[in-house]
Each structure stands twice: as C-alpha cells, then as structure tokens.
C-alpha cells in the first residue's frame, strides 16, 4: 500500500517509513501491505472476553472498531465479529487471489483488518468480519464516548447493518 494513506484522506496519515517504524513485522505485513495471518494462530482467535469488558481497537491507531459483545466464534481460525462500532471502518471489494470478497479497513488510518462475509446465517446480523488478531487490540473498559453517538442520539456503539450489505448491492456479489 503505498502511502495510500497519504493521500486517500484518511485522519492518521504517515509514510510507510512511519508506519513501519511503528509496527511489528507481522502487523506491518497485514495492515499496510494487506496480508492475512495463518488461521487458528492470533492472539484473539479463542480470546472471548466478557460483553461488558472491553473493546477491540485498530492496532495501528486505536480507533474503536468492535465492542466485545461482538465477538462470537465461527470456528474459520481467525477473530470473528457480527458488527462493527458505527462509522468505525471502510470497505472494499477485494479481487485478489480469483476472488471477490468486501474487504475491511480502518476508517480512521486505512489499515487492513481482514475481510465481512455477508449472508452464511451464523449471526442475527447476517454479518461475519473476519479479523486478523494483528490488525486489533482489545483495550479494558467502556467504549470511548464519541464512537458510540451518531447523529447526536446514542446508540450502544454498534449498529446492525455493518459494511457489508451496500458494497454486496453495488458489486453484485
């Protein structure tokens, strides 16, 4: 990804040198050059906290993506979500490898978090974000007040329609 970051708009916005110096190897790979960590291998695969406990953050710049009631076990080896903290990320359809898949990423750096599969029936929502446990960071506590109102009215920080569903229309998937 080079510096698309940069100059695509994003609110954090660093030279891959930066984001580089910052980040891990591995989470260097997944977040900036859009890699996938081996299944069943993260931090947060089997990692279930309490609903109330916590939140998981974008790695790279701490943005509130996903509240821990969240989370839920799908069983495909990496750290699954039924929706995402409101206006938390940006989506894209994602043709590599043969492929076409909505991609997720951070709204506020752009950094990859991994991929939403719309309509498998494993959710209320119908949504299942597949994340990389390198992309995310659970932080103890509340989720900060400003992810959770939209519009001026609170919510609970989530909402039921995740990113999925629009690019699914608009791509045809």
């Known amino acids: ?7 695509s708009g994003f609110e954090v916005r660093k030279s891959e040198e930066e984001w580089r110096a910052e980040l891990r190897p591995q989470e260097y790979h997944v977040l900036r050059e859009k890699g996938t960590e081996r299944a069943y291998t993260g931090e947060y695969d089997k990692f279930y906290p ?41 989506v894209e359809v994602d043709t590599s490898f043969g492929m076409k898949r909505v991609e997720i ?27 990389n446990s390198v992309s995310v960071k659970f932080m103890k506590g509340p ?15 989530e909402t039921s329609s995740g990113p999925a569903e629009e690019v699914l229309k608009d791509s045809k998937m």
């Open 1 to 7: 990804m080079a510096d698309a970051a940069k100059s």
């Open 50 to 90: 309490a609903a109330d406990e916590g939140y998981f953050a974008c790695r790279a710049c701490k943005n509130p993506l996903y509240t821990a009631a969240a989370k839920f076990d799908s069983g495909c080896g990496w750290p699954a979500f039924d929706k995402c903290i409101k206006d938390s990320m940006v």
């Open 105 to 131: 990423m951070c709204a506020k750096c752009g950094g990859h978090l991994g991929h939403v599969f719309h309509g498998e029936g494993l959710t209320p929502t119908n949504e299942r974000h597949c994340v």
């Open 143 to 157: 989720v900060p007040s400003s992810s959770e109102e939209q519009d001026g009215e609170e919510n609970d920080g």
